[in-house]
């Protein structure tokens, strides 16, 4: 799922104000350096979401018959491949 920057913006405000309410957090550092800190660990994390989700699609499209989106089959081995890829990572 792809986020405009906006909504990334708004999410990265959301965390930082939600740690912030935190007692056994102390900033160190202004908000707003943690906010953006914040929305570059998201938007990092956007990005390997999309490389992982493109891959287990390729790797579905390379089946040698044609499995139609939004079947059965198709979830089955999306979800497997989605898997592998994140094993791959290590998460």
Do not use: C, P
Not at 18 to 35: G, M, P, S, Y
Not at 49 to 61: G, L, P, T
């Amino acid at each position: 799922m792809r986020l405009s920057r906006d909504k990334v913006n708004k999410l990265a405000h959301v965390v930082t104000d939600a740690v912030a309410d935190l007692d056994e957090v102390e900033f160190i550092e202004d908000r707003n350096t943690i906010r953006l800190e914040v929305r570059k660990i998201l938007e990092e994390l956007f990005m390997q979401e999309a490389r992982i989700d493109q891959a287990a699609r390729q790797k579905i499209e390379s089946q040698r018959r044609t499995i139609i989106e939004g079947s059965e089959e198709w979830s089955i081995l999306y979800r497997k491949y989605y898997n592998d890829e994140v094993k791959k990572l290590g998460v």
